[in-house]
DNA sequence: GCCCACAGGCTAATAGCATTAGCCAGATTG
DNA sequence: CAATCTGGCTAATGCTATTAGCCTGTGGGC
C-alpha cells in the first residue's frame, strides 16, 4: 500500500478544491468524505493532518481569506479615491463570481474567544485594513474611519450574498446594478469626509 | 398510544420555535430529530404532514418571508420619502434582531424552476415589492427603480449579513454605523432620481 | 547495511442524521 | 357496528463525522 504523501496544505488545498467545484454552497456542503476521495486515502486518514472537519474548514477560509485579501491590495495599487473604490468594489465582486465558495468561506468570522481562530482573526483584519487603504485621500475624519469601512462591506457584500443565493429575481442587468451600489457607496464615503 | 394531533402548521411552528431558539444559525442547523423532540414524536412521523427537511425549511421560509413582509408593510405605513426609508430599514434589522434564524430562513431564495417553490417565490416577491413601495415619492425613473431597490436591500442586508456574522469585529457602536448606512442609501436613491 | 521508531496509512466501531418501508391502532364515516 | 383511512410507531438503510487501535513503509542512528 503505497502512502500518498499527504500534508496538510495538501489536504486544505483538496479541499478547496472540493468546495470551489460545489457553487456557492460549497464550504457549507464541504465533506470530510469528498476530500479522502479527491486526495485518494480513507476518511479518517485525514485526521492524521487535520483535526477534523472544524479544523478543516478554518484552514480553506483562512486560505480563502489571503486570497480575498490580495486581490483587494492588488486593484487598490496604483489607484485613490473614488476610482480605487470601484477597482476594489469590482475586484471583490470578481473574486466572489469565479470562487463562490470560497468568498463565503471567507466570510467566516473568526471566533474572537477560540485561540485555534486567532490566525483567520489576524487575516481577517488584514483584509479589514486593505479596504481601510482605499479610504486614505477621501478625508473622512479618524473616528468616522470605522463606519466608512462598515458602510463599504455592507454594500459590497450585501450586494454579492444576494446575488448567489438568487435574491435578486428580475432579469435586469446585475451590472448596472452593482455599479448604482458602488456610486452610492461612494457617495456615501464623500458625506462623511465633508459632514 | 395517544396521538400528538399534529398538522403541517403545527410541524412548522415547531420548527420556527426549534430554530429561533438556536441563534443565527438556527436555520442552517435545523433538523427534524430537534423538531420531533419538540413535538413529543418520533422522527418518522413528521415525515407524515412534512415531505421531509427541504420541504419543512421551505415551510419556514415562508412563515419568516411573510413576517418580514408585515413588518416591512407596517413600518412603511404613514411615512414616506426618507423617513419611509429610515424606518423600514431599522424595522428590518429589528427583525433580524430579534429572530436570527427566520431572517436568515427569508433570505433562502426559491428556485424557479421548482414548483414546490412557487409559493415561497411569489411571498419573496411580495416583500420586494413592499419595498418598492417606500421609493414612491422619490420620483426615480421607472427603469431605475430595479437598482433602486436592489442597492437599498444590498445595504441593509449586507449590514445585517456583517453583525450577524460577526464580521464586524471593534467595539464601535453598530447602531451609528447602521445609520451611516442607511443615510448613504437614501443619498444613493436620491442620486437616481435626480439622474 | 540493519534495526528501531515513528509517521501515515488502514479497518472497525460508535453515534447522529435523514429517509423509506411496513405495521398497527385510534378515529371517522357509511 | 364495521370498514377505511389517518397518524402514530419500530426497524432498517445509508450517509456523515469521529475515535480507537493496528500495521507497514520510511528514515535516522548505530
Redesign the interface.
Known sequence: MPRAGLSRDAVVDAALAVADAAGPSGF?TLTLAAVAARTGVAVPSLYKHVGGLDDLRRGVALVSVRALTRRIAGEAMGRSGPDAVRAVARGIRSYATEHPALYAAA??????QDPADAEL?AA??EA?AAIATVLRGFGVPEE?T???V??L???????I??EQ??????P?SLD??FE??V???V??IE??ATA
Open positions: 457549507d466570510q467566516h468570522a473568526a471566533d474572537p482573526g481577517g483584519a479589514v468616522r470605522v463606519d466608512a462598515r458602510m462591506r455592507a454594500c459590497v457584500h450585501g450586494f450574498a444576494l443565493g438568487g435574491g435578486f429575481g428580475l435586469d448596472e446594478s448604482v451600489v456610486a452610492t457607496a457617495l456615501g458625506r462623511l
